[in-house]
Structure formats: structure tokens, C-alpha cells
């Protein structure tokens, strides 16, 4: 399912199933904050063994945000019996639940099937996990926030409001190949006769072409800051026909 479907976001219903053996707990604020962007999460479960000191990190955080924690033992060493729980309570929910989504958390690529399957049913598939989350499973899903840009706020806490993010340097974006590849191809293909196109289209090709995307993972809260910095575009704000902002148009340069 594309992320163009016409939803309502703020009424999207969508179950978050947490992977406890593949997660760390001091993301679960960052995570449930950007789960909150797409919907209400209606089911909040995590999965784990919890007769074990391995998840004792996790234990207060779930009264804090009312994951409800699922019991699921480790019958035999070296066989993860917590991600076939996790598979068979999804299919579960898909079936009995009236849910828009589902968020799956987790680094581990036997969830890449059920991601499948669940945008087969026309579900919204949201993927959290590490960067080093095999590239099947987020390929998988309509949209993939790795779980590192999530501890932000926590660290953010500490230090002044106003001290402005650090960004990568201008030079590290310019010699990203594949970056430049894309923004430059979601540009000619969202521009008009002119060679000029709205950003709003333009993010939209680059969040269907890769589910992983996001300005945040170089360093921008927004994509039209990283397209700013990168020095590969013309950018123009326009005012607005129908409200009091600015519309934020782009041109690749010549010679770029």
C-alpha cells in the first residue's frame, strides 16, 4: 500500500508490536511520539521472555506507556520462538481488529513476510528498527524510521533549546552519489514544463521509491532544510493562493 492512500492521519487506528529481544528501551518515548504522527496506537504489545534479567530494562517503561507485555519463552536456545508470537498475534489483529496499520519494531528480517502480507491487505506498514535491519524488511514496508534518530529528544533534554542541531558538514553531502540520484530523480519527475517542482510531491516519489528515507538520519528535521544545505538546487518560496504560508519549490541546477 502506497503512503499516498487517502488517509485521515490522526484517526488512522494501528497496532505497535514491539520485538523486546531486538529493541532498545530508552527509544520507546521517540517511538511512540512518532507513531503519533500517522495515528492512535489502538494495541501497544511487546513480546519477550520476562522471566529472564535480559528485558529487565524494559519493565518500567510499560506501566509508564501501557505496552502490554506478552510472555513467550525461549523453548529451545537458538530458535527465536518470540517472533513467531509476534507473526501469529498480527494476523490475529489483521482479522479480528479494525486496525489501518501496524508498526513492527524490531532489526530481525523474519518479520519481512509479514510486512508483505499485511500491505497485501491493504494495511499501512510502518518498520522501526537499527540500521543494521537487513534491507528485505524495510524494502518491505510502506515507511522504515531506523530506531537511532529516535533517541534525539532524550538527548536534546539536556542541552538549550535553542542550540541548533549538528548537521553534516556540506561537503559529506555533496559527495553522497546515491542521495544526489535521488533527490534529483524525484525532481524531474515531480517538475512542471518549467523544471520547477513543489516539494510536497517531490518527498512524496522519494517516500514510495525508499521506504528508509528521512532528512532526519543526516541530520534535518525537515526535507526541505536538507535540500537547502546540499547545494544541488535552485529553491524558491511562493506565496500561497490559499493561506498565509509559504510553498517551497525546487529546480536542479544547471550542470548538477
Not at 506507556?65 to 501469529?88: H, L
Not at 537511532?148 to 532524550?154: A, D, G, M, Q, T
Not at 526535507?223 to 537547502?228: M, N, Q, S, T, V
Request: charged fraction near 30%; aromatic fraction near 10%; include cysteine.
Amino acid at each position: 500500500m502506497s503512503m499516498n492512500k487517502d488517509y485521515d492521519a490522526g484517526q488512522l487506528k494501528l497496532a505497535v508490536l514491539i520485538d523486546a529481544d531486538n529493541t532498545q528501551a530508552p527509544i520507546t518515548e521517540g517511538l511512540l511520539a512518532e507513531v503519533a504522527k500517522y495515528g492512535v496506537a489502538s494495541v501497544k504489545r511487546i513480546y519477550g521472555d520476562w522471566t529472564t534479567n535480559n528485558l529487565k530494562h524494559w519493565k518500567e517503561r510499560l506501566l509508564e506507556y501501557a505496552i502490554q507485555p506478552i510472555q513467550q519463552f525461549s523453548y529451545t536456545t537458538g530458535k527465536n520462538a518470540t517472533d513467531s508470537a509476534m507473526i501469529i498475534d498480527a494476523m490475529d489483529l489483521l482479522y479480528t481488529e479494525k486496525l489501518d496499520g501496524f508498526c513492527i519494531v524490531s532489526s530481525d528480517s523474519d518479520f519481512t513476510r509479514l510486512a508483505a502480507r499485511m500491505r497485501e491487505a491493504g494495511k499501512l506498514v510502518l518498520g522501526f528498527g537499527e540500521r543494521k535491519t537487513p534491507k528485505p524488511f524495510v524494502a518491505a514496508c510502506d515507511k522504515f524510521i531506523y530506531t537511532e534518530i529516535l533517541r534525539e529528544p532524550v538527548e536534546e533534554e539536556t542541552s538549550s533549546k535553542d542550540e541548533p542541531k549538528r548537521k553534516p558538514a556540506a561537503q559529506d553531502l555533496k559527495i553522497d552519489k546515491k542521495l544526489k540520484a535521488l533527490l534529483g530523480d524525484a525532481v524531474e519527475d515531480s517538475a512542471d514544463e518549467s523544471g520547477w517542482a513543489y516539494l510536497g510531491p517531490v518527498g512524496q516519489y522519494v517516500a514510495n521509491r525508499q521506504p528508509d528515507f528521512d532528512p532526519r538520519n543526516y541530520g534535518y528535521r525537515k526535507l526541505a532544510e536538507l535540500i537547502k544545505s546540499c547545494g544541488w538546487f535552485d529553491v524558491e518560496e511562493r506565496s500561497s493562493p490559499t493561506d498565509t504560508g509559504k510553498q517551497i519549490y525546487i529546480r536542479k541546477r544547471p550542470g548538477r
